[in-house]
C-alpha cells in the first residue's frame, strides 16, 4: 500500500476516538504539492553537489513542537496537506512522485490524540494493523517501545504487505510488496508518525525487504529524530534516535 494508504488508518475516525471537538473545529486542509516545494527543492539540491553529507535536515512544526530529522539520500518534499487536526508530509527520492514511488518517507501528526484513553501499543495496532488493501495478510511488529524522559511515549514497528490487491488505493498494482518502517511519538496531547517506506517486488511476509534486526540501522539513517518544544536543540527534546 503507498503511503498516504496507510495514514487512512491513521485517521481519527479509525481509532475509534475523537480530539476534543474535532468534528466542529476542523478546517478545510491547506494542499501543497512539488512545484510548490521548488526554492526548498532547489536548495537540497545545490547544497548536495557541494556537499551530501551535510545535507538535509527537515524541521517542521507539529502543534506546538517542533520535528526535525535528517533527509537522507535524495529525498525531497513533494506532498502536504494539513488542517487544525492533522497533517502529512510526503518525502520521494529525486525523479520519483507520490504516485510513483519505490521509496517514501512519511511525516504525520495528530493534534488532541495523545490524550486518548488508550495505551501507546493498543493506538499502535490500531494505526497499523490492518489487511485493507492485501492481497495476502498485512503483518505489523512492534520492534521496541518506552518513554523518554520527558514522558513522550515511542512505539516503532514494522508494517507492510507483502502482496497488494489491485484497487486497494489508487494506483495499486497487484502483487506489488509495500513495508513500512514507523515510529511513533506520543505526548500528552498530541501524535507524530515518521514513516520509511519501500515497494517493489513481492515478498513473504516473514521475510520482508527489512528484517526486524535491521529496522534500528534503517531508522538510523535519519541521524536524529528530535520531537521538541521548541526550535532549539535542547532539553526540552525528545531525541529518538541518535548516530552512536
Keep these: 500500500m503507498r503511503s498516504r494508504l496507510f495514514q487512512t488508518g491513521l485517521a481519527l475516525v479509525l481509532l475509534g476516538i475523537a480530539a476534543p471537538d474535532s468534528a466542529i473545529s476542523q478546517t478545510a486542509p491547506q494542499v501543497r504539492n512539488a512545484p510548490d516545494f521548488a526554492g526548498i527543492i532547489a536548495g537540497y539540491r545545490t547544497q548536495r ?22 533527509l537522507f539520500g535524495t529525498f525531497e518534499p513533494a506532498y502536504e496537506a494539513k488542517n487544525d487536526r492533522q497533517m502529512i508530509l510526503e518525502f520521494v527520492p529525486r525523479g520519483e512522485s507520490v504516485q510513483n514511488w519505490t521509496r517514501m518517507i512519511t511525516l504525520s501528526a495528530f493534534r488532541g490524540t495523545g490524550s486518548a484513553p488508550i495505551s501507546t501499543a493498543e493506538m499502535q495496532q490500531r494505526f497499523f494493523n490492518t489487511n485493507r488493501g492485501c492481497e495476502t495478510a498485512s503483518f505489523s511488529r512492534v520492534i521496541a517501545s ?17 502482496s497488494t490487491a489491485a484497487g486497494g488505493y489508487p494506483g495499486a498494482v497487484s502483487g506489488r510488496g509495500e513495508q513500512f518502517i514507523a ?32 529496522v534500528e540501522a534503517a531508522m538510523s539513517r535519519f541521524r536524529s529524530i528530535a520531537f521538541c518544544r521548541g526550535k532549539a536543540v535542547s532539553n526540552d527534546c525528545s531525541i529518538a534516535f541518535s548516530v552512536r
Design 49 to 70: 553537489a557541494k556537499d551530501p553529507d551535510s545535507c538535509c535536515t527537515y524541521s517542521a512544526p507539529v502543534f506546538g513542537r517542533e520535528v526535525r530529522f535528517y
Design 146 to 162: 518506552g518513554r523518554f524522559a520527558d514522558g513522550t511515549e515511542y512505539n516503532l514497528s514494522s508494517n507492510g504487505c507483502g
Design 183 to 214: 515510529l511513533l511519538l506520543r505526548d500528552a496531547e498530541n501524535v507524530a508518525v515518521l514513516q520509511y517506506a519501500e515497494r517493489g517486488a513481492g515478498f513473504d511476509a516473514d521475510k520482508p525487504p527489512i528484517g526486524d534486526d535491521a
